[in-house]
């Protein structure tokens, strides 16, 4: 008789707890959080996202072995699914429309922590006057026009989950120039899977526009918000981003 494996249906309440973890996890890899040849998190990791024991992931990733959807050597487990490869780092923007057209631009970015915009607090739930890491950025052609400003916010999710964005929490003094063009790239290294909704209102009595940027992951937590102002009258707003594709 055939072999079943987690891509013929969905799990059973029947079925034993490490077939549930194979399936979310080809889930994810299916979904591009994961993309081919990415190593996936740790088994300690994987056991605490799933709330289940490391042996539980074990019998889980073997599962998925057997199927050829992971292989594992030395360094742990990667993605075996087959798809497009993932773009440079380079193509996930951050932040949003940062990317100026004049190659000359000035850029200047750093971090702080401290208490975000009210507005940003209400979007990562976070509660009144709780602190969190603030990223601020501007820039502006060598005529000092074409000017852009952003503020970005992150959520505790992408704090606790996201190692390279959690270590900027003890030198994030506001002073120190700090660019954080990987951190999109990041989050994706982290397991999350990146949604993003963007939305763009013009600015009463100033020829300049509003680009708001909400990110939450697979599981619908948020995990930054970027308020973005761009002069409307120099040229057009473009900024790239590149989801992975799923298998």
Do not use: N
Not at 49 to 54: A, K, M
Request: net charge neutral; aromatic share 6%; glycine share 8%.
């Amino acid at each position: 008789m055939a072999r079943t494996t987690p891509h013929d249906h969905a799990p059973t309440e029947g079925q034993p707890l490490y077939w549930h973890v194979a399936t979310r996890l080809l889930g994810e890899l299916r979904d591009g959080s994961i993309p081919p040849g990415e190593r996936l998190p740790g088994e300690r990791q994987l056991a605490g996202r799933f709330g289940v024991s490391r042996e539980t992931v074990r019998q889980a990733l073997e599962v998925l072995r057997r199927d050829g959807l992971v292989a594992t050597d030395r360094r742990g487990s990667h993605a075996m699914l087959s798809g497009l490869p993932v773009e440079t780092p380079s193509s996930l923007a951050f932040p949003v429309g940062a990317r100026a057209a004049d190659p000359c631009a000035v850029d200047r970015a750093t971090v702080a922590w401290e208490t975000p915009p009210p507005e940003h607090a209400e979007a990562l739930g976070l509660a009144p006057h709780r602190q969190t890491l603030v990223h601020r950025y501007e820039s502006a052609g060598a005529d000092g026009r074409d000017r852009r400003t952003a503020v970005t916010s992150f959520s505790a999710v992408a704090l606790a989950e996201v190692e390279e964005l959690a270590r900027y929490r003890d030198r994030a003094d506001g002073a120190a120039s700090v660019q954080l063009h990987r951190a999109y790239d990041w989050m994706r290294k982290a397991g999350l899977t990146l949604h993003h909704r963007d939305s763009i209102t013009p600015l009463a009595g100033a020829p300049s526009v509003r680009v708001t940027r909400q990110v939450h992951d697979q599981y619908a937590r948020p995990l930054e918000i970027t308020d973005l102002v761009v002069d409307a009258q120099q040229g057009a707003l473009v900024y790239e981003f590149t989801v992975p594709a799923a298998g």
